[in-house]
């Protein structure tokens, strides 16, 4: 009988120590970070009545009998659910969602301690502390590197009150752009200016600043709306500067006329030839004006046009002006018609050559770039009219051939320019008529008198051309503007485009060894995929001449060669996708954020943002193990294992979210309902103490 006293007891303990642990759960309803417990209950050591037996024979075995002798509260579980997230107003306040505690210490980092609850501040000295003034253990950014390393030992997270950040000068300058590789851009620039009288020979032209710089290919330029001319081998143009006139002679009297105009002979075109006859007139000037009407007859495929004075002598003129037609007078005479076999040469081919440029006096030429063809018509007008003359062609700065004819000396004449097409579809070797140049070059055609001081223009020639700029340091935090300048040069049907690149920074600034020092020149080359083959130079050395250090090794990242990963060159338009650079000035911390990583990232007031430190996450192989402390903390024991310190959001880790907190994860309907029932056996047990009490009663009456 007293066992069932015994075993009421034990009951009414048992559910005393669960009413105990539920209260404290709903006490801890709104702490931030809690983890409820749970009350586990088992039974006590049973009396045994009588051992079981086996079954013998006939006879079936028999169970123990045994009663029991109470129960007890043999362990807490605390159940680490997840609790909910509740978003704050303070960005110091941070929550984990998923596995893992924060590591604070009291003692400098000698002893740990954990948490759940990130509600975290700054104090006075600019240590990262929880409510209790433990100090948050992570890892400090290395000053000489700039990063955080999480593979180095924790230490206090302290971030001195009224940080600066020292200037730290430009390393490295990353730009992604594209070079529009099309034949229509919008972004072009002038033909680079030539002067008057200068050589061929590269460097022939002179940048915005008077520098000696390459003139461009005309290959690959484009006309005054962004159209390219694309060029290709022998194409080009007739050009003279005098209408080719020749005497052909006296006529003779009654004599028939039988001759035959060469077509461009210089081109080698068999039975390019025009035969023109003309019967014998009554008198000489009757026969004359045969002459002269035949040969004018044939003049829109001839090109040449005869005229007869009173003497009855014929003169022949091709005025140069159509492409249709011969350029020059060539003739053979067959009959003793007192004309005699003569040929006058002033017009003479320009053609396109994408490697080598060469000129004939009084011939043919072949150029490749601005200052080849500048040359050589400027040559060729000097080759007329005499010995010399003040004829000059020039490139002006906005890319136009110049023609001037401003003096009256003994070999100076009246210049009557004249461009036309070349074309050549008879021979072995077709050449078509390159439009957009043609026109380009035929808006030169005019008649500049001598010592007229008139003028003759081109349309502009332009080359494809993109910049981007951007502002590097130096070690004193002072800004310079570096500006990166690209013009298309070359182009290769079967490996890609050369582009020349200009890298300039203004005065007093160096990049260069030689003048102009503020100015570094180099290329950049694409495969026929649009991707970067190469570029150089790969860096520039820079100094600021302002008392920072000199010799700022500044290296120039345009992309992987082969890969599409920077600098490209498609046909679309030139733009500038990305350019950026690792320096800065000096700034004060003006704010803190912390973001998934668990990384204090500091603002400062030169606008630039970069992580400070990193709070470190333990991670237990039993998190339930661990010993609760007080005040939000847990503490290592022997079961929890020992913690396996990382950042967030790696080995099992959960995220850190900032700007919130996470709520207790004791859930309210849940511990009530316990509630009730912890009542209701705690009262059942209360129940078998007084129904033992009664019956004990009834077996001490019996005595009476």
């Given at each position: 009988m007293l066992k069932s006293l015994f075993s009421g007891v034990s009951g009414l303990q048992s559910h005393q120590v669960a009413m105990d642990v539920e209260s404290n759960n709903i006490a801890n309803v709104n702490t931030v970070g809690f983890k409820y417990s749970r009350a586990n209950f088992s039974d006590l050591l049973a009396q045994t009545k009588a051992i079981a037996t086996a079954p013998q024979g006939a006879l079936g075995g028999k169970n123990p009998v045994q009663v029991g002798l109470g129960s007890t509260v043999s362990s807490m579980t605390r159940i680490f659910s997840q609790g909910s997230v509740q978003n704050s107003d303070k960005n110091t306040d941070v929550a984990i969602q998923g596995d893992g505690f924060y590591i604070v210490s009291p003692d400098g980092g000698n002893t740990y301690k954990y948490t759940r609850a990130g509600d975290f501040k700054f104090d006075a000295g600019g240590n990262f502390v929880d409510n209790n003034g433990f100090v948050t253990q992570g890892w400090l950014r290395d000053p000489v590197s700039g990063k955080v390393d999480s593979t180095a030992p924790i230490t206090d997270i302290n971030i001195p009150p009224g940080l600066t950040t020292p200037a730290s000068a430009t390393n490295e300058v990353v730009l992604k752009s594209n070079l529009n590789s099309g034949p229509l851009v919008e972004s072009f620039s002038p033909a680079y200016e030539i002067k008057t009288g200068a050589s061929n020979i590269q460097p022939a032209a002179i940048d915005a600043n008077g520098n000696a710089i390459s003139a461009g290919n005309i290959g690959v330029m484009f006309n005054e709306v962004g159209e390219a001319f694309s060029l290709q081998q022998d194409q080009g143009v007739w050009v003279s500067f005098l209408s080719s006139s020749l005497t052909a002679g006296t006529v003779v009297a009654n004599v028939a006329l039988d001759v035959t105009f060469n077509i461009d002979p210089e081109m080698g075109i068999a039975g390019n030839a025009v035969n023109?006859?003309?019967?014998a007139g009554a008198t000489v000037a009757e026969t004359a004006n045969n002459y002269v009407s035949?040969?004018?007859?044939?003049s829109s495929i001839t090109g040449v046009t005869a005229a007869v004075d009173a003497a009855n002598q014929i003169t022949l003129l091709n005025a140069n002006g159509s492409s249709s037609a011969s350029h020059n007078i060539d003739f053979v005479v067959t009959t003793g018609s007192g004309l005699a076999t003569g040929s006058s040469t002033t017009a003479h081919r320009y053609q396109y050559n994408t490697s080598s440029a060469a000129s004939l006096a009084g011939g043919d030429k072949t150029f490749t770039s601005m200052a080849d063809l500048r040359k050589w018509m400027e040559d060729e007008a000097n080759n007329q009219g005499g010995a010399t003359n003040g004829i000059t062609i020039a490139v002006n700065d906005a890319g136009k051939f110049v023609v001037k004819n401003p003096n009256n000396g003994v070999d100076d004449y009246?210049?009557?320019?004249?461009?036309?097409?070349y074309t050549n579809k008879t021979s072995g070797a077709v050449v078509t008529e390159n439009t957009r140049f043609t026109r380009n070059m035929e808006a030169l055609n005019s008649v500049l008198p001598q010592a007229s001081g008139g003028q003759a223009?081109?349309?502009?020639?332009?080359?494809?051309?993109?910049?981007?700029?951007i502002d590097v340091f130096d070690s004193l935090g002072s800004k310079h503007t570096l500006r990166m300048e690209f013009r298309k040069t070359a182009l290769d049907t079967s490996?890609?485009?050369?582009?020349?690149m200009k890298i300039s920074v203004p005065a007093p600034a160096t990049i260069d060894t030689t003048a102009p020092l503020d100015e570094k020149t180099g290329s950049i080359r694409f495969n026929n995929d649009g991707s970067l083959a190469t570029y150089n130079p790969p860096n520039i050395s820079f100094s600021g001449n302002n008392g920072s250090a000199p010799d700022q090794q500044v290296t120039l990242s345009f992309g992987t060669a082969n890969a599409f990963n920077g600098m490209t060159s498609f046909d679309s338009v030139s733009s500038t996708s990305g350019i950026s650079q690792d320096g800065f000035t000096g700034g004060d911390l003006v704010g803190i954020r912390i973001d998934q990583s668990g990384t204090l990232v500091g603002s400062f007031s030169n606008g630039r943002s970069f992580g400070l430190a990193q709070i470190a996450m333990a991670k237990f192989t039993n998190n339930e193990g661990l010993s609760v402390e007080g005040g939000n903390i847990f503490i290592q024991t022997a079961n929890s294992g020992d913690p396996i310190i990382g950042t967030a959001a790696t080995a099992g880790r959960g995220f850190i979210q900032a700007a919130a907190l996470e709520a207790s994860n004791v859930d309210l309907s849940r511990a009530l309902t316990q509630l009730i029932i912890i009542q209701r056996g705690f009262q059942a047990n209360g129940k078998t103490i007084t129904t033992s009490d009664q019956l004990l009663q009834t077996l001490i009456g019996l005595k009476n």
């Open positions: 023109i006859t003309a019967a035949a040969i004018n007859a044939q009246d210049v009557n320019l004249k461009i036309t097409a223009f081109s349309q502009s020639f332009n080359a494809a051309t993109h910049s981007s700029s490996t890609g485009s050369t582009w020349d």
